[in-house]
């Protein structure tokens, strides 16, 4: 079931997004050390509490059984645009559909929203998770190097 996160369960979500977002760093080398901003490094409790109380951000949760398997966020932009963050699946639960039903779910609150398209920044090697996306319509629209990280910053929208 997807539903909206709850305020308390803030801190389970965090475990999740760096459990989720370290086998990305493990896969491609990042470190706190060389990648300090990394979502697996760079999350915490009180910024995940910070982006909820933005009342243009949408924070949703795939549970099942009282365990939360999936997280994702969507930051309505001033236009017609949003963004998603932070879609993530459990290590343990991949490959059985949800990440899908959490970027439809997305879909769906863009739309209601009143957003015609939706953003999203990737690790750009990553080419397996670039390939995900435009599975569900996303094309690539852009890259950008930052100092700050060992990789490539990619750039994907879907129009709804």
Not at 27 to 56: K, W
Request: hydrophobic fraction near 35%; proline fraction near 4%.
């Amino acid at each position: 079931m997807i539903r909206p996160m709850r305020p308390e369960e803030a801190l389970a979500c965090v475990r999740l997004i760096r459990e989720s977002f370290n086998t990305v760093a493990q896969e491609f080398g990042f470190t706190p050390e060389n990648a300090p901003r990394f979502t697996a490094f760079a999350i915490t409790a009180e910024r995940l509490e910070a982006q909820r109380q933005d009342p243009r951000r949408v924070m949703f949760v795939c549970e099942r059984q009282g365990e939360i398997l999936g997280y994702a966020s969507l930051l309505a932009g001033d236009g017609e645009g949003c963004e998603l963050n932070n879609l993530c699946v459990s290590p343990a639960h991949r490959h059985k559909g949800i990440g899908g039903r959490l970027l439809e779910h997305a879909f769906s609150q863009a739309q209601r929203l009143g957003g015609s398209r939706i953003e999203i920044g990737i690790v750009e090697e990553n080419q397996r998770l670039r390939r995900w996306y435009e599975g569900y319509g996303f094309t690539h629209i852009g890259t950008k190097k930052f100092d700050f990280f060992p990789f490539t910053c990619g750039y994907m929208e879907k129009r709804l």
